[in-house]
């Protein structure tokens, strides 16, 4: 079993930043890619940013690259989503997830994740 706990998340002005942060506990040796999901009221849950094992490789859905950087400290266990220029639009519950699978291209499909936190709400006002 692995535990993931999120934080960082408030309301912010558009144009502004917040850093979620996402610590894992428990199994943290079967964990391989570390990812961030949101969902806004009334949409599905979608994916956001994710990381692969090493750290070095990330991946990210088009409305945010640019304005998101996900990172990941393996000694920490700790995920990490650093988000800049919000938007309105960004307004959505936070889930950072991981898999314990290895997958050959990098996941971003919910079922692919084992694990998922409880969610933080991040609120981006105009």
């Known amino acids: 079993q692995v535990q993931l706990v999120e934080s960082g998340g408030g309301s912010v002005q558009a144009g502004g930043s917040l850093r979620l942060s996402c610590a894992a506990s428990?199994?943290?040796?079967?964990?391989?890619?570390m990812g961030w999901f949101r969902q806004a009221p009334g949409k599905e849950r979608e994916f956001v940013a994710g990381i692969r094992a090493n750290g070095g490789t990330t991946y990210a859905v088009g409305s945010v690259k640019g304005r998101f950087t996900v990172t990941r400290d393996n000694a920490k266990n700790t995920v990490y989503l650093q988000m800049n220029s919000l938007k309105p639009e960004d307004t959505a519950v936070y889930y950072c997830a991981v898999t314990t699978g290895v997958y050959y291209a990098p996941p971003s499909a919910p079922a692919a994740y084992a694990y998922w936190g409880q969610g933080t709400q991040v609120t981006v006002s105009s």
């Open positions: 428990g199994r943290t040796s079967s964990i391989f890619d």
